[in-house]
C-alpha cells in the first residue's frame, strides 16, 4: 500500500502515514510461513476507500499493513511496547514456559490494545474506538509501566495448533437501549492468532455499556475457560502455571462468531454490525 497523507490515529497529527503492519515485525518474523490463499478488505483512511487486498500476493498476513500510524508512532512510540511484549512472549511461543506474571499481564493487556485500535481500521465499518480514545491511550504514554490498557478491555490468551497463522478477525457491537439505534459501535471483540498462541480481547468503550456487558463476560469468561483459555486482563484470576491444551483451526474460526452470540443472548439490546 502507498503511503498517503491523513490523520495519525494515535498522536492525531496530520502526518504521512506509513502503512502500520497488523502483525508487528517481530511477530512477522517468528514464522517462515504465511497463510496463502486469503484475501482481506482494507480500510485505507487516508483517502477513505476500501481496496481488496490478495494477501498471497503480498506475501501472507505478515505483510497485511493499514495505513493509520505516521513514522513516528509506528516505529519510536510503540517500539517499547513491541519489545517488551516480545520479551514476554517469545518464552512462551519457544514453549519454554507458560506463564506471565501480574506486571506483565499488564504490559500484554497495553499492547493487545494497540493491536486492537489498529486492527479496527482493517476494514469498512466505523470504528469503535474513536480518535478521542486512541488520543488518551497516546498520552497515557510515559513510560511502558505507566501506559493504561484500554478501560474495560479484556484480554485472554490460549495455546493454539492450527495452521491458520497471522489471523486476524474484528466484530463491532453496538450496546444500546434503542434497537433501531445503530450510528456508531461502542463494543469490540477481536480474535487473532500466531505462532502457538491465539488471543481474544473484547470490551465496550464506554463505561455504562461496560456495566450492561458484565452478564455477557461472565458468560464468555466460563466459556473460553472451558475451552483451556487463560486471562491475561484485568488480571483477577491467578495465571495457571501449565500449559493448557491446544485450541485448533475450527477453534479458531469459530471463536470470534462464538463470542459474538454470547454477548448477544446476555445482553438483549445488543446490535452486530457489518464487518469483516
Ligand atoms: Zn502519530
Known amino acids: 500500500m502507498p503511503n498517503e497523507s ?3 490515529v494515535l498522536c492525531g497529527e496530520r502526518r504521512l502515514l506509513t502503512g502500520e503492519h497488523i502483525f508487528a515485525a517481530w511477530i512477522g518474523r517468528l514464522s517462515a510461513h504465511a497463510e496463502p490463499n486469503t484475501t482481506a ?11 481488496v487486498v490478495d494477501l498471497s500476493k503480498r506475501g501472507g498476513h505478515k505483510n497485511n499493513t493499514v495505513n493509520v500510524l505516521c ?9 517499547d511496547i513491541q519489545q517488551a511484549t516480545r520479551n ?17 499481564r499488564k ?33 497515557s504514554k510515559a513510560k511502558i509501566d505507566k501506559l493504561e490498557p484500554f478501560k474495560g478491555i479484556n484480554v485472554w490468551m490460549g495455546s493454539f495448533d492450527g495452521d491458520h497463522e497471522f489471523s486476524a478477525r474484528f466484530a463491532a457491537l453496538r450496546l444500546a437501549e434503542e434497537v433501531h439505534y445503530e450510528d456508531q459501535p461502542n463494543t469490540y471483540i477481536c480474535t ?11 470490551g465496550s468503550v464506554e463505561s455504562a455499556k461496560n456495566d450492561q456487558l458484565i452478564p455477557g463476560t461472565i458468560l464468555l469468561q466460563q466459556f473460553l475457560r472451558s475451552m483451556g483459555m487463560c486471562e491475561i486482563w484485568p488480571g483477577k484470576v491467578p495465571f495457571q502455571e501449565n500449559r493448557p491444551e491446544s485450541l485448533t483451526d475450527d477453534d479458531l474460526i469459530s471463536l470470534l462468531d462464538a463470542a459474538v452470540r454470547v454477548i448477544e443472548h446476555a445482553v ?3 446490535i452486530r454490525l457489518p464487518n469483516w
Not at 42 to 48: A, D, E, L, Q, Y
Not at 99 to 104: Q, T, V, Y
Not at 107 to 124: P, T
Not at 192 to 202: D, M
Open 6 to 8: 491523513g490523520t495519525c
Open 192 to 202: 487473532f492468532a500466531f505462532g502457538n498462541l491465539i488471543f481474544i480481547t473484547w
Open 88 to 104: 514476554i512472549l517469545k518464552p512462551i511461543l519457544d514453549r519454554k514456559v507458560w506463564f506471565i506474571s501480574l506486571l506483565e
Open 41 to 51: 478488505l482494507i480500510f485505507s483512511r487516508g483517502v477513505r476507500k476500501i481496496e
Open 268 to 270: 438483549a439490546d445488543s
Open 107 to 139: 504490559v500484554i493487556a497495553v499492547w493487545a490494545s494497540l493491536f486492537v485500535g489498529i486492527r479496527q481500521y482493517a476494514h469498512g465499518a466505523i470504528p469503535v474506538i474513536s480518535a478521542e480514545k486512541m488520543k488518551v491511550f497516546y498520552n
Open 71 to 79: 513514522e513516528s508512532c509506528n516505529s519510536e512510540w510503540s517500539s
